[in-house]
Nanobody, 115 residues
Framework: QVLLVESGGQLVQAGGSLRLSCSAS????????MKWFRQGPGKQREFVAR???????RYLDSVRGRFTISRDDAMSTIYLEMNNLTPDDTGVYFC?????????WGQGTQVTVSS
């Protein structure tokens, strides 16, 4: 059974930084695709970033250059480094794992950016 647990969310002022972590019980295989999504208040869940097995990355346009996704398969953990945060970045951030035939979601961690 795969369990994803996000952490690191908190209240931060605009312009600040946070680092989110997602720990995967059962591990992260070298072939897994790992992603971050977020859901702002009153909004649909949206893709934020992904990292492929070859460490290539993709980002939502509005976070490119400010956010960095990374993975440590040996530690079964992925990260999302977020800089120059704005109130539009407020939301619950979810970790997602795709192993080629099934996807898994964490419960999310709340990020609130005050203006």
């Amino acid at each position: 059974q795969v369990l994803l647990v996000e952490s690191g969310g908190q209240l931060v002022q605009a312009g600040g930084s946070l680092r989110l972590s997602c720990s995967a019980s059962g591990g992260i295989a070298s072939t897994d695709v790992m992603k971050w999504f977020r859901q702002g208040p009153g909004k649909q869940r949206e893709f934020v970033a992904r990292i492929e097995p070859d460490r290539s990355t993709r980002y939502l346009d509005s976070v490119r250059g400010r956010f960095t996704i990374s993975r440590d398969d040996a530690m079964s953990t992925i990260y999302l480094e977020m800089n120059n945060l704005t109130p539009d970045d407020t939301g619950v951030y979810f970790c997602n794992k795709w192993n080629g035939w099934r996807e898994y979601w964490g419960q999310g961690t709340q990020v609130t950016v005050s203006s």
